[in-house]
C-alpha cells in the first residue's frame, strides 16, 4: 500500500496539541497569521490578498498535504495554531528498480501563528509528524529546506533531531528579488529508531 496521511487515525494527540487532518473550514484560520509579514517573508507562496489566497488554498490536492495543529485556548475551544505539511514523494534511484523509490521519503514544512510563537509548540508537533512518517508509515528519509538566513526555521529542524545534508549558495530566488542561500537538512528511519531508542 502506498504510504498516506488517510493511514492514521486523527486526530493524533502529543502532550500540548492536536494534530488533525487540513480542512476547507480552515481557510480564514491560517489566512489569519499566513498574511503576516514575518510570516510570508520565508513561505514559498505570499498572496496579497485574501482571493488569491483562498484560490491557492482550495488548489487542487493542496489541503491534503497538511496536517493542522490545534492548541487548546483556557477557555477550552481549539485553535488553530499552525500547519505541518507531509509531501509523500519518490526518491531517486536507477531504473531497473526505480519501482522501490515510490512514496519512500517525506518533505516537510510548517507555517506557525506568531503569537504561539517561542514555545515549543512547533517542535512537539514537527516531532510527532517525524514519527508518525517513520513509525506509522514506515517511510526510510524525511527532508527539509529553507532559506538559510531563515534562523526560527533552521534552529527547529536542528531541535528536532534533522541533519544538514547540504549548503548552497545563492540558489534559491525570494520575492525581493534577491538570490538566497539555502540549506537542506534529513534525517533517515534508522537514525530515528537510534536517536528513539
Ligand atoms: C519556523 C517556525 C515554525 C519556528 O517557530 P518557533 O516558535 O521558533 O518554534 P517552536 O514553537 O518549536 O519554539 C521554539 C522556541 O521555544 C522555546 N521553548 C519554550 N518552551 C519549549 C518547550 N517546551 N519545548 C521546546 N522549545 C521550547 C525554545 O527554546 C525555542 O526558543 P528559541 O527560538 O529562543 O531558541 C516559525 O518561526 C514560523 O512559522 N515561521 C514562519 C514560516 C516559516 O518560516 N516556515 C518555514 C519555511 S522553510
Known amino acids: 500500500m502506498t504510504p498516506s496521511l488517510e493511514q492514521i487515525q486523527w486526530p493524533v494527540r502529543t502532550e500540548r496539541l492536536r494534530l488533525r487532518r487540513l480542512t476547507e473550514q480552515d481557510l480564514e484560520?491560517?489566512?489569519?497569521?499566513?498574511?503576516?509579514?514575518?510570516?510570508?517573508q520565508w513561505i514559498t507562496a505570499g498572496p496579497h490578498d485574501f482571493e488569491t489566497y483562498r484560490e491557492q488554498f482550495l488548489e487542487s490536492g493542496k489541503i491534503d498535504l497538511d496536517v493542522a495543529v490545534e492548541l487548546q485556548t483556557p477557555d477550552g475551544q481549539l485553535r488553530l495554531i499552525g500547519t505541518v505539511m507531509v509531501y509523500i514523494k519518490d526518491a531517486w534511484g536507477q531504473r531497473e528498480i526505480v519501482e522501490q523509490t515510490k512514496s519512500v521519503e517525506a518533505e516537510l514544512g510548517w507555517s506557525f501563528d506568531p503569537q504561539f510563537a517561542g514555545q515549543g509548540y512547533a517542535s512537539e508537533a514537527v516531532?510527532?509528524?517525524?514519527?508518525?512518517?517513520?513509525?506509522?508509515?514506515?517511510?526510510?528519509?524525511?527532508?527539509?529546506?529553507?532559506?538559510?538566513?531563515?534562523?526560527?526555521?533552521?534552529?527547529?529542524?536542528?531541535?528536532?533531531?534533522?541533519r544538514r545534508e547540504a549548503s548552497e549558495k545563492a540558489n534559491s530566488l525570494h520575492r525581493s528579488g534577491a538570490w538566497m542561500d539555502s540549506y537542506a537538512y534529513a534525517l533517515l528511519a534508522d537514525e530515528w529508531s537510534a536517536h528513539r531508542g
Not at 29 to 40: G, I, M
Not at 139 to 155: I, Q, T, Y
Open 29 to 40: 484560520a491560517t489566512w489569519s497569521y499566513r498574511k503576516l509579514p514575518e510570516v510570508t
Open 127 to 162: 516531532l510527532k509528524v517525524m514519527e508518525i512518517c517513520f513509525e506509522d508509515l514506515g517511510l526510510r528519509r524525511v527532508v527539509a529546506e529553507c532559506f538559510a538566513a531563515n534562523k526560527p526555521s533552521v534552529k527547529l529542524m536542528e531541535r528536532v533531531g534533522m
